[in-house]
């Protein structure tokens, strides 16, 4: 069903997936790196949100502050093939991110399946329909995380492995959104916040779940990551509704820098 025009253009620019500012950490000491980098994936991994968006990249908002390009700096591969895209679901990566994967790719990241869930309209109704219908809208996406995903994200790890036989592939999860309390005083209901939170646990469990199953992928958990630095705490890594729009629910380039590169670095 198409939603009308303004509600499209919220869903579109609210988080791009995820159930899901100060100075930047420091990235790895710069090493070379053998063979190879391909970064795919949704907006979490395009660093939408961080800023200094590349300019080619368009839509996709891939951004120089994103870990992707943020450990390619730092480790020098033979090749980085930067894919990820803004709003990327399971049947996007399988369509258009996997070419440039060969058998000389040995390094490959992705977060995917927020999309997938529908999370981008489920933050929408959340923040304009409230509390019960933010729950019903969760719960519709944990069925589906619950009982779909899974399926998906097989074909995307085959295709991976296909493509890219020598390749280790990190996995990456998404953060969650809110402190609960936390010190927000206005936005949605603790009880929607903590609903929220719940979802990103379900995908992040399916997905570890998944991975699992194929030697020589790694999962990457960025939750332990953002504790202390949700939505809702003084030292926020993850915008709110904000402006641009399309940054809402995403990470900072902190986010990226100190959330998402370590905890790559670490499995890469």
């Known amino acids: 069903m198409r939603m ?32 190879g980098y391909v970064a795919l994936g949704d907006s979490y991994s395009s660093g939408v949100g961080s800023g200094s968006y590349i300019s080619a990249s368009g ?18 591969p033979s090749s980085f093939t930067f894919a990820a895209c803004s709003g990327a679901t399971t049947a996007d990566v399988l369509s258009g991110q996997l070419s440039g994967l060969n058998s000389g790719t040995t390094e490959v990241s992705i977060t995917i399946g927020g999309n ?28 589906f995380i ?66 699992a199953k194929y030697g020589n992928f790694s999962f990457g958990d960025v939750r332990s990551a953002f504790s202390g630095h949700e939505i809702c705490t003084d030292s926020e890594w993850l915008h709110s509704t904000t402006w641009p729009i399309y940054e809402s629910y995403h990470p900072t380039a902190n986010g990226q820098s100190g959330g998402y590169l370590p905890v790559f670095g670490a499995h890469a």
């Open 4 to 35: 009308p025009a303004s509600r499209r253009l919220l869903a579109s620019t609210l988080a791009a997936g995820a159930l899901l500012t100060g100075g930047l950490a420091l990235a790895p000491s710069a090493q070379a790196a053998t063979g």
């Open 59 to 76: 839509s996709c908002y891939r951004s120089t502050l994103a870990y992707p390009y943020l450990w390619q700096k730092a480790h020098a």
């Open 116 to 143: 997938d869930a529908g999370f981008s309209s489920t933050m929408e109704t959340c923040v304009l329909d409230g509390t019960s219908s933010c729950l019903s809208a969760v719960n519709s996406a944990e069925n």
């Open 146 to 211: 619950n009982t779909q995903l899974a399926a998906k994200l097989d074909a995307v790890y085959s295709a991976i492995r296909s493509h890219a036989p020598n390749a280790h592939v990190v996995v990456l999860d998404y953060p969650h959104l809110y402190a609960v309390p936390g010190d927000c005083l206005f936005g949605i209901s603790n009880t929607s916040r903590t609903a929220i939170n719940g979802a990103a646990d379900d995908l992040a469990s399916v997905t570890a779940k998944e991975v």
